[in-house]
């Protein structure tokens, strides 16, 4: 059965989610990926990074005193996925994502919430093949679990198999 059926409408496909918790240590360098022929194709991906902050500062990541220092990046069989990769601070995220959103969390304590999506099925027919082997994921170079202003950075992954 190929992509082109399923998307014909002559096979049924399951779509699915995957979350990336990458709030780890990634001294030197750490992949968090999602699990090989997890997916067929990858229709849209979100960043979401929730850190207490009353007042976002562009230069610095979340709300810490400073810009990491290597950064993360999102990556697609081995290769960087964006020009303007890795994420080093707050501003990065204009700089690779579509629709990015600021917005405080309501969580009582001044928290800011920064999304980026990327929907890669507006950018082809179907989004991002996935194929047999290939692997999606995210590169983290720094400590994350040692910045205290950080509530949550995960990467959400949906898309589809056709092949259940």
């Keep these: 059965m190929s ?9 049924e496909a399951i779509v699915k ?19 090989a022929n997890t997916f067929d194709m990858i229709t849209r991906v ?8 009353a007042a976002v500062e562009w230069d610095k990541f979340a709300n810490e005193a400073s810009a ?9 069989d081995g290769q960087a996925m964006f020009e ?7 501003g990065d995220f204009y700089n690779i994502g579509f629709d990015v959103n600021l917005v405080a969390d309501g969580a009582g304590t001044p928290n ?4 980026a999506r990327w929907s890669f099925d507006k950018m082809s ?3 991002l093949p996935a194929w047999s082997g290939e692997i999606f ?10 910045l205290a202003t950080i509530g949550e950075l995960e990467v959400f992954v949906q898309g589809w198999v056709a092949h259940p």
């Design 137 to 146: 994921g995210a590169t983290v170079q720094d400590d994350m679990t040692v």
């Design 3 to 11: 992509v082109y059926d399923v998307i014909q409408g002559q096979s």
């Design 17 to 35: 989610i995957e979350v990336l918790d990458l709030k780890v240590d990634g001294d030197p360098a750490v992949e968090v990926n999602v699990p």
């Design 125 to 127: 027919p179907w989004g």
């Design 68 to 76: 990491l220092t290597n950064g993360w990046f999102l990556h697609h």
């Design 112 to 115: 800011q919430v920064l999304t």
């Design 84 to 90: 303007a990769s890795p994420i080093k601070d707050n």
């Design 46 to 53: 979100v960043v979401s990074l929730r850190f207490a902050d």
